[in-house]
């Protein structure tokens, strides 16, 4: 069975002090990863696109990579407005584009 | 910037009652999604449609629900018979390609009373 695990499920960080989300994930091919945040009340918002083993993608302050089994979001030198719940997602090559998400990691950052 | 809407925000119904859920997917998207998301929980997969047709069903969806494309831009989701545990943000989502990133939209919070 597709299964996506995320850990932890909550991560408080001060401002400036960097940290990784990790995103471990159990597919029959995996056809693309996805990393979403989503606010309180609100849809996930797109941020990365990872396809296969070795992909890595930059976007500000966030870093995604991508492994056989695994996948990161580091998070480098956070502000406050990072603050938010890190979704993980996987597609799966014998499906019609579902996702399959994690319960995603609530990060809080305090200044 | 384009971008997927619902309506309502929010919508409070009681037990038995028919609920329909609209969405209006990025224009030119082709692959439509509905996804649920009970609170505290995981968001999950209802269903997809592409071409007219469901393409592909999740255990939730059941007789109860139902999904329609009745013109060229809105989607909707029905739900014929609501029960307490369909309280939950529905979610609208859709894509270009069948693994292009999905656009969610802001979603509907249904209260089922």
């Known amino acids: 069975e597709d299964q996506v695990t995320q850990s932890p499920e909550a991560l408080r960080l001060q401002e400036g002090e960097s940290s990784s989300l990790n995103c471990s994930y159990t597919?029959?091919?995996?056809?693309?990863l996805f990393w979403y945040r989503q606010d309180p009340g609100k849809g996930p918002e797109f941020l990365f696109t990872?396809?296969?083993a070795g992909e890595e993608k930059e976007k500000e302050r966030l870093k995604a990579t991508l492994t056989k089994k695994e996948s990161f979001l580091h998070i480098t030198a956070p502000k406050p407005e990072d603050s938010a719940t890190y979704l993980c997602?996987?597609?799966?090559?014998?499906?019609?584009?579902?996702?399959?998400f994690g319960q995603g990691t609530t990060l809080q950052v305090k200044p | 910037e384009p971008e997927v809407t619902q309506t309502p925000s929010h919508q409070v119904t009681q037990m038995g009652q028919e609920v329909i859920l609209r969405c209006v997917p990025i224009s030119n998207h082709l692959y439509f999604y509905w996804y649920r998301q009970i609170l505290g929980q995981k968001v999950e997969f209802l269903v997809s449609f592409y071409n007219n047709e469901i393409s592909e069903k999740s255990e939730i969806f059941d007789d109860q629900f139902s999904v329609e494309r009745p013109d060229g831009s809105n989607f909707t989701l029905k739900i014929r018979s609501t029960k307490l545990e369909d309280s939950a943000m529905y979610f609208c989502?859709?894509?270009?390609?069948?693994?292009?990133?999905?656009?969610f939209g802001q979603g509907t919070r249904l209260t089922v009373v």
């Open positions: 989502a859709s894509t270009w390609g069948q693994n292009t990133e999905a656009f």
């Open positions: 990872l396809y296969s």
């Open positions: 597919v029959s091919g995996l056809r693309g």
């Open positions: 997602a996987v597609q799966a090559s014998s499906n019609t584009g579902k996702l399959i």
